[in-house]
C-alpha cells in the first residue's frame, strides 16, 4: 500500500479523498492554487504544496507543477479526482514516466476511451448497443451535412474529446445543421484542443441512466449497480439517484452486465462507469467515464462500499476484496448538487464570499463540501457548492429527507445565489415524485434556462 498520495484536485473531491486515505493510514499532500490557499483541504492534508495562480492552465492543468509536487514531497501516487486531468492519457503517462503510479486506469485504455466516437466503435464490438451515428469526422460542413442525413434527425454533434456535458450540440432538422456543426467544431478546438466531432440520433425525451464498475488488474470485474442521473441542465446533472426508479428491473440487470462486460473488455481497471440512454424498452451505451463521478456518494449510501478506498486499493495492485454476488444494495439514496448559480439568469454562476453557511444534518444526511462561512467560492473553477446525500428505506423516505435537508440548508453571501430552492421545486414535482421525469423536465417545468435538453 501507498505511505503517501498526492491529490491532484481541490474542493470537495479533494477534501473526500483526503479523508479515505486518512482512514487507511496514508499520508496526503494537498496542491492548491492561488486561489485555494485558504480551502479546506490545505488545512486537513499532511501536506500542501502551492502549484500556481488561480488561473486552471496554470495550476491544477499543469502536469509538470504538479508531478514536480509529488516528487519534492515523496509522493507514491496521484488520485486525481474527477475533472482537470482525471481521463487525461498524457498525464497518466507522465506520471508512469516519473515514478508516480496514477490513481485510474492504464493510459493506453483512457485514451480509447476518452475518444468517444472510437469508445463506441469498440463497445460495439463488445457487444454493447450504441445509438445509430458515425465515427470522429472533421469533414467539411457539405459532408458533414450528407452524414447528418443518413443518421436522421433529431440528432447531437458531440465532441471526440468533449465532457461533462460540454461540446454538445442538438440539431433538430436539416436547416440548422450547418451552423450547428461549425459552432461545436469550433467551441470543441477551443474548450478540448481537438475539432474533431461525430453524429449521433437524439433520443428525447429519455432516462439517462449510468452504471458504476469496480475493475482490478487480475481480470476481476463487478458492478455497483444503476444510477439514474435524468435530472439535468444543458446535459449536466443537478439530481442523481440509486436505484433507478420507474425503470424496468430486467433491463437495468442488462445495462449493469453490459457495463461490465464492456470494462473487461477494453482493459479498464479502477472505477468507472457507463453511461447510457434510456428509451421505452431499448437501451443504448452514450460513453464511458474514466475516473470517479460527483454523484458516487449515492452509490456508497446503498452499498456501504468506499469506491475512493477501492480506487486506491486496485491501483496498489491488490484485488478486489468482494464478488459480484457479494455485492448488496439497501435501500434508496438521492443527491443534490448545491451551485453557487442563479436560476433566473440561465444558470449564470454567481460567485462571493459566503457570509452564511450552515449545512444540513440528521440522520442519514451526507453533507460533502469544502465550503465554510467566510470562504470566498472562487469564480474560476466548477461552481458546485456541496452535495446534499440522503439515504431512506425506500425511495419516498429518501425524497422526503432530502426535501427537509435542503429547507435546513443555510448558505448566501453578497451576490450569492444557489439552486437549492430550484432543486426543492425539481424534487416536489409530481412527475419526479412518480418517477416519470425524463431529461426534459427541467424545460417542462419552465425551470431556469435549460436550453439544449
Known amino acids: 500500500m501507498f505511505s503517501t498520495v498526492l491529490i491532484a484536485n481541490r474542493g470537495e473531491i479533494a477534501l473526500r479523498v483526503a479523508r479515505t486515505c486518512r482512514e487507511m493510514g496514508i499520508r496526503t499532500v494537498a496542491v492548491c492554487s492561488t486561489a485555494d490557499e485558504e480551502s479546506a483541504v490545505t488545512g486537513f492534508a499532511d501536506s500542501v504544496v502551492r502549484i500556481g495562480p488561480a488561473a486552471p492552465r496554470r495550476s491544477y492543468l499543469s502536469a509538470p507543477a504538479i508531478t514536480e509536487a509529488a516528487l519534492q514531497t515523496g509522493a507514491e501516487a496521484v488520485h486525481p479526482g474527477y475533472g482537470f486531468?482525471?481521463?487525461?492519457?498524457?498525464?497518466?503517462?507522465?506520471c508512469e514516466a516519473g515514478g508516480l503510479t496514477f490513481i485510474g486506469p492504464p493510459a493506453d485504455v483512457m485514451a480509447r476511451l476518452g475518444d468517444k466516437a472510437a469508445a463506441r466503435r469498440?463497445?460495439?464490438?463488445?457487444?454493447?448497443?450504441?445509438?445509430?451515428?458515425?465515427d470522429a469526422t472533421g469533414a467539411a460542413a457539405a459532408e458533414a451535412k450528407r452524414m447528418a442525413d443518413a443518421v436522421g434527425y433529431p440528432l447531437m454533434i458531440k465532441a471526440v474529446a468533449g465532457g461533462g456535458g460540454r461540446g454538445m450540440t442538438p440539431v433538430r432538422g436539416?436547416?440548422?445543421?450547418?451552423?450547428?456543426?461549425?459552432?461545436?467544431?469550433?467551441a470543441a478546438k477551443s474548450l478540448f484542443g481537438d475539432g474533431r466531432v461525430y453524429l449521433e440520433r437524439l433520443v428525447e425525451p429519455a432516462r439517462h441512466i449510468e452504471v458504476q464498475v469496480l475493475c482490478d488488474r487480475h481480470g476481476n470485474g463487478v458492478h455497483l449497480g444503476?444510477?439514474?442521473?435524468?435530472?439535468?441542465?444543458?446535459?449536466?446533472?443537478?439530481?442523481?439517484?440509486?436505484?433507478?426508479?420507474?425503470?424496468?428491473?430486467?433491463?437495468?440487470?442488462?445495462?449493469?452486465?453490459?457495463?461490465?462486460?464492456?470494462?473487461?473488455?477494453c482493459g479498464f481497471t479502477g472505477a468507472g462507469t457507463f453511461e447510457f440512454l434510456v428509451d421505452g424498452d431499448d437501451f443504448h451505451l452514450m460513453e464511458i467515464n474514466c475516473r470517479i463521478q460527483v454523484e458516487h456518494p449515492v452509490t456508497e449510501m446503498v452499498t456501504g462500499i468506499d469506491l475512493v478506498r477501492e480506487q486506491i486499493r486496485i491501483a496498489a495492485g491488490l484485488?478486489?476484496?468482494?464478488?459480484?454476488?457479494?455485492?448488496?444494495?439497501?435501500?434508496?439514496?438521492?443527491?443534490?448538487?448545491?451551485?453557487?448559480?442563479?436560476?433566473?439568469?440561465g444558470f449564470a454562476p454567481a460567485p462571493g464570499t459566503l457570509t452564511a453557511f450552515r449545512p444540513p444534518g440528521g440522520p442519514f444526511t451526507r453533507v460533502?463540501?469544502?465550503?465554510?462561512?467566510?470562504?470566498?467560492?472562487?469564480?474560476?473553477?466548477?461552481?458546485?457548492?456541496?452535495?446534499?446525500?440522503?439515504?431512506g428505506p425506500d425511495r419516498d423516505a429518501a425524497v422526503a429527507r432530502m426535501d427537509r435537508a435542503l429547507g435546513e440548508f443555510t448558505v448566501g453571501g453578497p451576490g450569492v445565489h444557489t439552486t437549492t430552492g430550484l432543486l426543492r421545486k425539481v424534487i416536489g414535482e409530481p412527475r419526479f415524485r412518480r418517477a416519470e421525469h425524463t431529461t426534459a423536465l427541467l424545460r417542462e417545468m419552465h425551470l431556469g434556462d435549460s436550453q439544449g435538453e
Not at 436539416?174 to 469550433?186: D, G, H, K, L, Q
Not at 442523481?240 to 457495463?259: F, I, L, Q, S
Open 174 to 186: 436539416p436547416r440548422e445543421f450547418v451552423r450547428a456543426y461549425r459552432e461545436t467544431r469550433a
Open 368 to 391: 460533502d463540501t469544502d465550503a465554510y462561512q467566510g470562504r470566498r467560492v472562487p469564480p474560476h473553477y466548477d461552481s458546485l457548492i456541496a452535495k446534499v446525500v440522503t439515504w
Open 226 to 265: 444503476e444510477r439514474d442521473c435524468s435530472v439535468q441542465r444543458r446535459h449536466q446533472k443537478l439530481v442523481e439517484e440509486t436505484p433507478a426508479a420507474g425503470v424496468d428491473r430486467a433491463m437495468t440487470e442488462r445495462m449493469c452486465e453490459a457495463a461490465v462486460t464492456g470494462a473487461l473488455a
Open 319 to 345: 484485488p478486489l476484496g468482494f464478488a459480484q454476488d457479494e455485492v448488496r444494495r439497501h435501500g434508496a439514496a438521492i443527491e443534490c448538487r448545491v451551485n453557487a448559480e442563479d436560476p433566473e439568469r
Open 122 to 134: 469498440i463497445m460495439s464490438e463488445a457487444g454493447l448497443p450504441v445509438l445509430p451515428g458515425t
Open 85 to 94: 486531468l482525471s481521463e487525461d492519457p498524457d498525464f497518466a503517462e507522465i
